[in-house]
């Protein structure tokens, strides 16, 4: 699987941004897609995911505020941030797995998100 993630930007606090990731593969629909980040000087954390049956999870820190979705047709997973807060400035990276792994397997190259107060 490989995983290209876009949509990164500047933006003001207050703004949104929607994220995608495009998926290789056939088998797209079976993964766990996710969306993790990374700020400097911090460890990565994780954001959001959803599963093949559009169960998601997300962060504490983002809950009500991004939403993450995948659309099977186009192969892509978005995550859709408003409200964004200078906190949420990082390198955001979208991964995959399948159910059967504990780890995320596949990794896209990240976006840079930045958010100016």
């Known amino acids: 699987v490989q995983l290209q993630a876009s949509g990164g930007g500047l933006v003001q606090a207050g703004g949104s941004l929607r994220l995608s990731c495009a998926a290789s593969?056939?088998?797209?629909?079976?993964?766990?897609m996710g969306w993790f980040r990374q700020a400097p000087g911090k460890e990565r954390e994780f954001v959001a995911d959803?599963?093949?049956?559009?169960?998601?999870t997300y962060a504490d820190s983002v809950k009500g505020r991004f939403t993450i979705s995948r659309d099977g047709a186009k192969n892509t997973v978005f995550l859709q941030m408003n409200s964004l807060e200078p906190e949420d400035t990082a390198l955001y990276y979208c991964?995959?797995?399948?159910?059967?792994?504990?780890?995320?397997?596949?990794w896209g190259q990240g976006t840079q998100v930045t958010v100016s107060s």
């Open positions: 991964a995959a797995r399948t159910v059967f792994d504990v780890n995320y397997k596949y």
């Open positions: 593969g056939r088998t797209f629909s079976t993964y766990v």
């Open positions: 959803i599963s093949g049956i559009a169960a998601s």
